[in-house]
């Protein structure tokens, strides 16, 4: 990241840099072209300065960032804590540590797990907005469809199966997503609920012709055989 951002600032400096000369007199524009030569200079170390600033101050935000994130992974999952905590203590930290990540540098983790903490801790409006927050700001496909995924989850433990089935649905149409098998067994899943077999077995039936070798394929099958 830092090298196009230095071309820029040499390039940049070079332009202030050019000496254009007047019609003046000999003896002016030597003084003229002395006193470039010396701003050219400071100029220079200036950008130099700058330019080292900048490279520290994104190495130090990525390092602290990242830092930060990984508290907030040993915290979601419990894992190597000195102090034993229960579930939502260590999900309240986490999400701490996850917020203060996101601030640090933007990323759709930090801004993902946020979103799980608040699942975990039944704040599934707060879940379900900041996965909307992702959707529209990221673009990876596989994190767009985990992000659907848990939404969907939101979705179903608010009761709303429709909105469930709409956020399931959104990860069909992301290309290169990796969810689609799980995305067509819980939409499954959802329409059994809803007393909808035949809609259901619609979507199992596609889970066995598209993924024959989804782990969810024998789920799938046993689903289709029951009348």
């Known amino acids: 990241m830092p090298r196009p951002i230095k ?15 007047t019609v003046e007199d000999i003896k002016e524009v030597l003084r003229k072209r002395q006193r470039n030569l010396i701003y050219l200079f400071l100029a220079s170390i200036v950008m130099v300065i700058l330019i080292i600033g900048f490279v520290v101050y994104s190495k130090t935000t990525a390092s602290k960032a990242s830092e930060l994130e990984f508290e907030g992974y040993k915290l979601y999952y419990g894992d190597n804590l000195i102090i034993p905590l229960s579930n939502e203590e260590r999900y ?14 933007k990323r759709p983790y930090p801004l993902l797990y946020m979103a799980n903490c608040h699942y975990e801790l039944g704040n599934y409006d707060d879940a379900i907005k900041l996965l909307s927050d992702l959707n529209n700001q990221f673009s990876d496909p596989n994190i767009i469809s985990l992000s659907y995924y848990k939404m969907a989850m939101a979705y179903m433990k608010k009761g ?13 149409t992301i290309k290169g997503s990796t969810l689609n098998d799980i995305a067509l067994f819980e939409s499954g899943r959802i329409l059994e609920k809803m007393g909808k077999k ?17 782990q969810l394929l024998d789920e799938a099958k046993k689903r289709l055989e029951v009348k």
């Not at 071309?7 to 000369?21: F, H, N, P, S, V």
């Not at 309240?92 to 540098?105: E, G, I, P, Q, V």
């Not at 709303?160 to 069909?172: Q, T």
């Not at 259901?200 to 012709?209: G, I, P, T, W």
């Open 7 to 21: 071309k820029r600032l040499e390039k940049k400096g070079q332009e202030k840099g050019d000496i254009r000369e």
């Open 92 to 105: 309240r930290k986490a999400l701490d540590m996850f917020s203060k990540a996101y601030k640090t540098r």
């Open 160 to 172: 709303d199966m429709e909105k469930a089935l709409e956020a399931l649905k959104n990860i069909y």
């Open 198 to 214: 035949e809609e259901a077995n619609q979507k199992f039936k596609e889970l066995v012709d598209r993924f024959p070798k989804s």
